[in-house]
């Protein structure tokens, strides 16, 4: 069945450091792909999405692409701050039979000043 | 807009009680759902709406029953409590399942069942 895999965490990161958290996909069709962000003692929020293959979601500095050929979209961001430590969650949405989200596991992060 | 708003933020239960877990919209969405998150576990369905009047089960929805008579609300009901619903229950809505909507999701209720 479909399913996302996410680099397990936690990701310990200094200020200003480069970021990437992975993030495969199985699914059939084409899917629609979204990373989403939880701060502490929140809910999700939407961070960035794509729906078409080669599309680029961007948002607040973070980017992501769909990648078919590699079934893939990594989260990266040029330069973390403090407040990027947040857990990090990587879904799609099916769109072939029933339709419906599947979500990682998350990848916490945490960022050093 | 208020978004999605979910009552109460915190719950200690005893097993075998219950109780409901308001969730509440204003954007008019169409599609609601619930989730529970438990470590290690990401999020996983417990139940979903595609409109007022229609229901339908996630992958976890033994013990919990729903109902959907508006579409601002969407109550989720533990019918009898037993400690392996402890979890972070989360509410989420959006305008259409279909698209590149996303989900709006509400803060959460932590739920401890002792």
């Known amino acids: 069945g479909d399913s996302v895999t996410q680099m397990e965490g936690p990701v310990t990161l200094s200020e200003e450091a480069f970021l990437t958290i992975n993030c495969t996909y199985t699914?059939?069709?084409?899917?629609?792909l979204f990373w989403y962000v939880q701060y502490p003692g929140e809910g999700l929020q939407l961070l960035l999405k794509?729906?078409?293959?080669?599309d680029k979601g961007s948002n607040k500095g973070f980017e992501a692409t769909y990648r078919k050929e590699t079934t893939s979209f990594h989260l990266e961001k040029g330069s973390v701050q403090v407040s990027d430590s947040a857990v990090y969650f990587c879904?799609?949405?099916?769109?072939?039979?029933?339709?419906?989200?599947?979500f990682g596991t998350g990848t916490r992060l945490k960022v050093l000043a | 807009n208020a978004g999605v708003t979910q009552t109460p933020k915190f719950q200690v239960l005893k097993t075998g009680q219950s109780m409901t877990l308001q969730c509440a919209q204003d954007?008019?969405?169409?599609?609601m759902s619930w989730y529970r998150q438990d470590p290690g576990m990401g999020l996983r369905l417990i139940h979903y709406?595609?409109?007022?009047?229609?229901?339908d089960q996630g992958e976890v929805p033994n013990g919990y029953n729903v109902s959907r008579s508006t579409t601002e609300d969407f109550p989720l009901r533990l019918l009898s409590a037993a400690p392996s619903q402890t979890s972070v229950y989360f509410c989420a809505s959006s305008y259409r399942l279909l698209g590149d909507y996303g989900y709006t999701f509400g803060s959460g209720t932590r739920l401890t069942v002792v």
């Open positions: 954007m008019n969405h169409e599609y």
């Open positions: 699914a059939t069709g084409y899917p629609s």
């Open positions: 794509a729906t078409k293959a080669d």
């Open positions: 709406s595609v409109g007022a009047g229609i229901t």
């Open positions: 879904a799609l949405l099916t769109t072939s039979g029933t339709y419906k989200y599947i």
